[in-house]
């Protein structure tokens, strides 16, 4: 069994900083793509960043590209989103995700292709 703990949530102004993290423990890190979601109050859960099993391949969703940066530390297993110049409409649950797939260059963007979870860290950007 895998264990995902966040940590790093807050609260901030807009066009703040803040950094999450992702601590895996329970199984070997590397043979997971990881990624993060979000879930703000009313709204479904959408992905956010996600970085492949190696750490080459990452993708955004439109609504950050340019401001989040997601990475990896194989060696902590770890898995970071650097959010800068963040928004109000930001203010989420932040959740982190685990992929077991043998794809060394796999990002899956859905829900239903994660199979682990971690229980969420709250951002909330004032204006």
């Known amino acids: 069994q895998v264990q995902l703990v966040e940590s790093g949530g807050g609260l901030v102004q807009a066009g703040g900083s803040l950094r999450l993290s992702c601590a895996v423990s329970g199984r070997p890190f590397s043979i997971y793509a990881m990624a993060w979601f979000r879930q703000a109050p009313g709204k479904e859960r959408e992905f956010v960043a996600g970085?492949?099993?190696?750490?080459?391949?990452?993708y955004y969703a439109d609504s950050v590209k340019g401001r989040f940066t997601i990475s990896r530390d194989n060696a902590k297993n770890t898995v970071y989103l650097q959010m800068n110049n963040l928004r109000p409409e930001d203010t989420a649950v932040y959740y982190c995700a685990a992929d077991r797939t043998p794809a060394q260059w796999r990002v899956g963007i859905t829900r239903r292709e994660y199979d682990d979870w971690g229980q969420g860290t709250q951002v909330t950007v004032s204006s």
């Open positions: 970085v492949s099993r190696s750490g080459d391949n990452t």
